[in-house]
């Protein structure tokens, strides 16, 4: 940063800073732009390049992409980790397009005497004489005695999924997928992870096992398992090797890779083998397949130099030791702390002190895995692996973000302020969403069975209202555990996919909020007026009431959630404001009372109205709503629960509204 603002004061109209990978674009980015003018460019539309900042942080790749567009308007260029660049093609072509006045790198590794001489004859053709100014750490050490060299330098790569990929990984992700949930979860971390090669292994075991039941999503997974491409893993393990060169440069060699799975390694080096023309026998595959005189074997003829790539599983984590392993590519990260330090002791523990090795992951963005990160660099840290320029804001990585991109995408594509729940899970609207969990209920042969064994046999039109009873009443719930965990396991069958956690995170988190739909949920509060007017003619009352009325299970309430941005609020409360006032002048005032329950990290909002009928008949209603996540803390507290009234308003409106107009109004 000090040299781009060194460059611009002594007159350079531009800077350009080129990053090996998307990942460092993003975690440099923000630190830039706190000091100066800088945009970002990876997406390849080229328009950080076109507005003219005074500094663009951009990989090689894209740059080279906009190269039309970016003709003398750079005139300086600095590379970060310039030994990406020393033998890498699209840094040489794009300094020979732009031919900048300036260019300057920055590494903390040393190229080969043989890189060196061949980057020189090419880019010094560009920029004239290169000088290589370098330290030592052996020197560095003469002149500190205290100093001591890193173990390792880390690197991430981004292992991007391609369409076909997004699409089978969205279906489980959103929970659109049928199937026993704990296997949908492990499919989902399991493609992310390791891999088509690998999930498809899993998914026709599953399939096998009765798991997964025959759909039409199920005949999607199968074509895609036809496809014969490399996995997003494999082709991200090819780029790692293309950029450190590892066939031209001896000093790393060999190379360990580490993955989980079988399916994923014999993937590996099928793609080295036939992308990279490496000779076979110059890469192996060390699993429990092979017996402990051939593993031996194998790791001797690997610091013998004969083997120069190691793509290992599990057998390899413990009891193989290759100190002259140069570099270490950890494709997927372990759950187990055991077993990461395991795998970090192949590249780490067992390095002479004054050879500093390579650590890199590799990691799908806007997956689960990602979530893991922030651990594993910091175990790094503690084994002393540099780690410095990894800046841990891991948001843009997560499946958070990801969700948060799909709401913002699906609200400008409806031209709203909001979407439902419903939408971005189901992919579709429910016309009913009430007929939908009632419907729900009824089928669970659980449910059926301890109603049964509780009151008989039922006719439909008596299950139907004990299910919409029971849904609501928090004390009928509460005759046996049987009820409540029948109820919960339909919920959570209607709640699938790792995308309901990750509603809960962003809320919690002042990302998202929400209110529900009051036109939908208004039915359910029209229902319960429409069964308190029957029973009162029933039982020739001419008043009746409810007060334990509630809507207090979550998964029931998130059938019905508007979900929006946070930076929406202000407009999502005046539009509704707008609407409420309109019916107040029309019905009068409904109070609401509201209350935080630190338990349940919610706000319970209870309202009381009452309505009577030409025919004498007088009805008093509490409806209880709980809005669950509510951050207590949260500047935007008292706007929250502006919201919060106001919604609870709009729905008993609109079911006195619908009320009146069915039985008064006629």
């Given at each position: ?583 107040e002048r029309v019905s009068g005032s409904i109070y609401i009372e509201s209350r935080y329950n630190p338990s349940s990290k919610a706000i319970i909002a209870k309202a009381h109205f009452s309505v009577s009928g030409k025919n004498g008949i007088y009805l008093r209603l509490e409806p209880q709503f709980n809005y669950y996540n509510f951050t207590r803390e949260s500047e935007l507290r008292e706007k929250k629960l502006e919201l919060i009234r106001l919604n609870v308003k709009d729905i008993c409106y609109r079911a006195i509204e619908q ?8």
């Open positions: 940063m000090l040299t781009a603002e060194y460059l611009l004061s002594r007159g350079y109209h531009r800077v350009l800073v080129l990053e090996p990978t998307r990942f460092l674009c993003d975690q440099m980015y923000p630190k830039w732009k706190r000091l100066m003018p800088t945009g970002k460019e990876y997406e390849g539309n080229c328009l950080s390049f076109l507005r003219e900042y005074s500094v663009v942080i951009s990989t090689p790749q894209t740059a080279l992409k906009c190269v039309p567009n970016l003709k003398d308007t750079f005139d300086a260029v600095i590379i970060d980790e310039v030994h990406h660049a020393i033998t890498g093609k699209y840094y040489n072509e794009l300094i020979s397009a732009l031919k900048p006045k300036v260019v300057i790198g920055f590494t903390a590794l040393l190229p080969s005497k043989k890189a060196y001489k061949a980057s020189v004859s090419k880019i010094g053709e560009v920029v004239g004489e290169l000088r290589l100014l370098h330290y030592d750490f052996l020197d560095l050490s003469r002149i500190d005695p205290e100093f001591s060299p890193p173990k390792a330098f880390v690197d991430i790569f981004d292992s991007e999924l391609n369409e076909s990929e997004t699409a089978i990984y969205d279906m489980l992700y959103f929970g659109t997928f049928p199937g026993d949930a704990k296997t949908i979860h492990f499919l989902e971390r399991t493609l992310s992870r390791y891999g088509r090669k690998a999930f498809c292994e899993s998914f026709h075991r599953a399939l096998e096992k009765g798991r997964i039941p025959k759909s039409s999503q199920a005949s999607k997974v199968l074509e895609f398992c036809r496809n014969v491409d490399y996995s997003h893993k494999a082709r991200t393990l090819l780029d790692v090797l293309r950029v450190y060169n590892v066939k031209e440069n001896p000093k790393l060699r060999p190379v360990i890779v580490f993955t989980s799975r079988k399916a994923t390694a014999y993937e590996f080096r099928d793609a080295v083998i036939n992308r990279l023309n490496i000779p076979h026998q110059r890469v192996e595959v060390l699993t429990s397949d092979l017996s402990k005189e051939m593993r031996k074997e194998l790791i001797s003829r690997a610091k013998n130099g004969e083997v120069h790539i190691i793509i290992s599983t599990l057998v390899g984590e413990e009891g193989v030791d290759i100190p002259e392993a140069g570099v270490l590519i950890m494709t997927d990260v372990p759950k187990s702390p055991l077993r990461f330090y395991q795998r970090l002791g192949r590249l780490i523990r067992i390095s002479s002190p004054m050879r500093t090795k390579i650590f890199i992951l590799t990691m799908t963005p806007k997956t689960e895995e990602y979530g893991d990160l922030e651990e594993a660099v910091l175990n790094l840290y503690y084994e002393g692996a540099d780690v410095s320029y990894i800046l841990l804001n891991l948001e843009e990585k997560l499946t958070t973000q990801k969700l948060l991109d799909y709401i913002r995408e699906t609200i400008d594509m409806l031209n709203s302020k909001w979407t439902s729940y419903l939408l971005l899970t189901q992919r579709d609207e429910l016309e009913d969403p009430v007929e939908y969990y009632l419907n729900a209920l009824k089928s669970s042969e659980k449910f059926r069975k301890v109603l049964k064994e509780r009151l008989g046999e039922l006719s439909e039109e008596e299950l139907e209202k004990w299910a919409f009873m029971i849904s609501t009443t928090f004390f009928l719930r509460a005759w046996s555990d049987e009820f409540k965990n029948a109820i919960k396991d339909v919920e959570k069958m209607l709640n699938r996919g790792k995308v309901v956690k990750d509603f809960d995170k962003l809320i919690r988190a002042d990302k998202l909020f929400y209110f529900y739909d009051p036109e939908r949920l208004s039915d359910m509060v029209f229902m319960e007026l429409e069964r308190l007017r029957k029973y009162c003619i029933a039982n020739h009352k001419s008043f009746c009431e409810n007060v334990f009325f509630r809507f207090d299970r979550k998964g029931f309430l998130r059938l019905f959630m508007n979900v929006f941005p946070i930076e929406n609020l202000e407009d999502v409360i005046e539009e509704m404001k707008r609407r409420v006032q309109e019916k009320y009146l107009e069915r039985y008064v109004e006629r």
